[in-house]
Nanobody, 125 residues
């Protein structure tokens, strides 16, 4: 069972940047596609990126495309989410999650099984 822990959240001004990390343990990270999701108060959980097992393919919704970049270092068992040009509407709790063993990328939360505890990102002046 893959165990995931997010870090790197915080308070940032509009236009600023943050890098989130998702550290994995308990299994081999390279076996899993990893997604990043967010949930704002009163809203459903939204997929913001996914990276394939090798890191060769990344997926983003239009809302973050060109501003967010997902990457991974399987040797360090860590997945990253670089967020640039942040906007107030990016404020949310951000979670990382793993797809099932050897399953391909997806952006729907329902397709992911192992979730971290989340890290808060607040974009405000």
């Amino acid at each position: 069972q893959l165990h995931l822990v997010e870090s790197g959240g915080g308070l940032v001004q509009p236009g600023g940047s943050l890098r989130l990390s998702c550290a994995a343990s308990g299994s081999t990270l390279a076996y899993y596609a990893i997604g990043w999701f967010r949930q704002a108060p009163g809203k459903g959980r939204e997929g913001v990126s996914c990276i394939s097992r090798s890191g060769g393919n990344q997926y983003y919704p239009d809302s973050v495309k060109g501003r967010f970049t997902i990457s991974r270092d399987n040797a360090k068992s860590t997945v990253y989410l670089q967020m640039n040009n942040l906007k107030p509407e990016d404020t949310a709790i951000y979670y990382c999650a793993a797809r099932g063993l050897s399953r391909p990328c997806a952006l729907s939360p329902a397709d992911f099984g192992s979730w971290g505890q989340g890290t808060q990102v607040t974009v405000s002046s």
